[in-house]
Nanobody, 131 residues
Framework: EVQFEESGGAWAQPGGSLRLSCAASELTLDDYVIGWFRQAPGKEHEGVSC????????FYSDSVTGRFTITVDDAEGTVYLHLTNLRPEDTAVYFC????????????????????????WGQGTQVTVSS
């Protein structure tokens, strides 16, 4: 299955911006749903955003809608998460994960994102927002 490596996490001031990268081991991602998740200190993993390149659907959690944007670079097999208007509560380790998606109802991708339940997680990339 496809594997990912996250990068781009850093410190930022409230109101600042960052771009996170998720490099895939496969160049073609049309058969997957790819999502960004995060875990704040002392909290459970939370689904942030996901994209299904096959049909171009995207989903966002209520807390990031209008502030974060997920995109995919088909040529490089990389998924990005653009974070703007950052808030201290955005501080967390951010992870990317994937699941098979072959023309399923996009609602299933949304439910997969909201569940945020995986047997294992990668190293992730740390985002810290503070003054």
């Amino acid at each position: 299955e496809v594997q990912f490596e996250e990068s781009g996490g850093a410190w930022a001031q409230p109101g600042g911006s960052l771009r996170l990268s998720c490099a895939a081991s496969e160049l073609t991602l049309d058969d997957y749903v790819i999502g960004w998740f995060r875990q704040a200190p002392g909290k459970e993993h939370e689904g942030v955003s996901c994209i299904t390149p096959k049909d171009g659907n995207t989903f966002y959690s209520d807390s990031v809608t209008g502030r974060f944007t997920i995109t995919v670079d088909d040529a490089e097999g990389t998924v990005y998460l653009h974070l703007t208007n950052l808030r201290p509560e955005d501080t967390a380790v951010y992870f990317c994960e994937a699941a098979p998606y072959k023309g399923d109802d996009p609602i299933l991708a949304r439910l997969w994102l909201e569940r945020a339940d995986f047997a294992s997680w990668g190293q992730g990339t740390q985002v810290t927002v503070s003054s």
